[in-house]
């Protein structure tokens, strides 16, 4: 059931009739506003894009292609209402920006888990310093380092997910806190592992979370 909706991101690209736009709205008390349609359309069919999308003073600041696609939505509801962040098709990854980043950080994420895998990753430019990648098909949460565009060895496969503890479907919160030698993982209020540093981390860390609904993420 979809409640109200301060932002509705959509794209549409119908090649048969040659229209390509890209989508602004609100669903507000059970109806949608009044639809923007922008003519820019960025985004190549099948390609990969970034889209940020930021709160500023007068709306959401709406950015892709390295910045040459910009527009400014105006905030028809408080941005103190919005609860949740949810993706309705395709491959979509949720990402913030970790200024000032080291040991005594604190990453948390909030979500409802997919029915298969999701990952929570921090990079450091193009690395994966840290993957943690819940399998529920496998019955495993892994966690992994991605250097150079390589992978490295996978740990925590051998240890089961805790039913107790992270289930398909179901609210999850993972926690990671930088320390001086690793990162320490808890997973719904419950010490998971230590992941000890494969790659060295930097002042300004990105978090991207891939799959499932991302309700809440926070860092201080």
Excluded at 88 to 106: E, F, N
Aim: glycine letters at 10%; charged letters at 15%; hydrophobic letters at 35%.
């Amino acid at each position: 059931m979809l409640h109200s909706s301060a932002f509705h991101y959509y794209t549409i690209c119908t090649c048969t009739l040659s229209t390509q736009a890209v989508g602004l709205n609100t669903y507000m008390r059970g109806a949608w506003g009044t639809p923007v349609y922008l003519t820019q359309f960025p985004f190549t069919p099948g390609g990969g894009t970034v889209v940020l999308v930021r709160n500023t003073l007068h709306g959401f600041l709406i950015t892709a292609d390295a910045g040459s696609f910009s527009y400014l939505f105006p905030y028809h509801t408080s941005t103190l209402e919005i609860r949740d962040i949810r993706t309705t098709s395709g491959r979509v990854h949720i990402g913030q920006v970790l200024p000032d980043y080291g040991p005594g950080r604190i990453l948390t994420v909030r979500g409802i888990a997919p029915s298969t895998r999701f990952s929570i990753n921090l990079f450091k430019g193009s690395d994966n310093t840290l993957h943690v990648n819940p399998r529920f098909e496998q019955n495993l949460i892994v966690l992994n380092t991605r250097f150079n565009g390589v992978w490295g060895p996978e740990e925590g496969g051998g240890s089961p997910i805790r039913p107790t503890s992270l289930r398909a479907g179901e609210p999850y919160t993972v926690e990671i806190v930088c320390q001086l030698y690793g990162y320490a993982i808890a997973i719904n209020g419950e010490h998971h592992s230590i992941y000890e540093h494969r790659l060295a981390f930097s002042k300004t860390m990105t978090a991207i979370i891939r799959g499932g609904t991302v309700i809440d993420v926070r860092y201080i």
